[in-house]
């Protein structure tokens, strides 16, 4: 019985310490709120690239810092704010899309950062019209 005892005050004990562990480490993230994640260009025309500036706000109680900002293609180039944001600065991650073919897109921007989960995705979509063609009369 008094072994019952041990094991069970070592096993709250250990529970108690990791959960300091985990509150501490989130004390240590930023925290983003996005002006908006996602963004329908509509109708581009073809050959004309495309950018949207995707804005946020650090809400985190240490500066927010970005890492990497990776498309989903080679179509689409990313830009982002370079520099540590102050915990109640704002930043962007820019996305332009290069609208060489013509068709229907959707991409995906995936921002890491130091915040929970490492990492968020962000979308751009529409669609690239072709140059109209004009008929030669024979």
Same mark, same amino acid.
């Given at each position: 019985?008094? +072994?019952?005892?041990?094991?069970?005050?070592?096993?709250?004990?250990?529970?108690?310490?990791?959960? *300091?562990?985990? %509150?501490? /480490?989130?004390?240590? $993230?930023?925290?983003?709120?996005?002006?908006?994640?996602?963004?329908?260009?509509? !109708?581009?025309?073809?050959?004309?690239?495309?950018?949207?500036?995707? !804005?946020?706000? +650090?809400?985190? !109680?240490?500066? $927010?810092?970005?890492?990497?900002? *990776?498309?989903?293609?080679?179509?689409?180039?990313?830009?982002?704010?370079?520099?540590?944001?102050?915990?109640?600065?704002?930043?962007?991650?820019?996305?332009?899309?290069?609208?060489? &073919?013509?068709?229907?897109?959707?991409? %995906?921007?995936?921002? /890491?950062? +130091?915040?929970?989960?490492?990492?968020?995705?962000? /979308?751009? !979509?529409?669609?690239?019209?072709?140059? &109209?063609?004009?008929?030669?009369?024979?």
């Amino acid at each position: 019985m008094k +072994n019952l005892i041990a094991i069970a005050v070592v096993i709250l004990v250990a529970g108690k310490g990791f959960s *300091q562990t985990v %509150t501490a /480490h989130q004390n240590e $993230l930023a925290s983003i709120a996005w002006d908006a994640t996602a963004h329908d260009f509509g !109708k581009i025309k073809q050959g004309v690239p495309a950018t949207y500036e995707f !804005k946020f706000t +650090n809400h985190g !109680k240490v500066p $927010l810092v970005i890492t990497n900002a *990776q498309p989903s293609c080679g179509c689409t180039t990313p830009g982002w704010t370079r520099e540590p944001i102050m915990p109640g600065g704002q930043g962007y991650v820019k996305a332009t899309y290069n609208a060489a &073919a013509p068709g229907i897109f959707d991409k %995906t921007i995936t921002v /890491h950062a +130091n915040i929970e989960g490492g990492m968020f995705v962000l /979308h751009i !979509k529409g669609e690239v019209e072709a140059p &109209a063609q004009t008929i030669k009369p024979q």
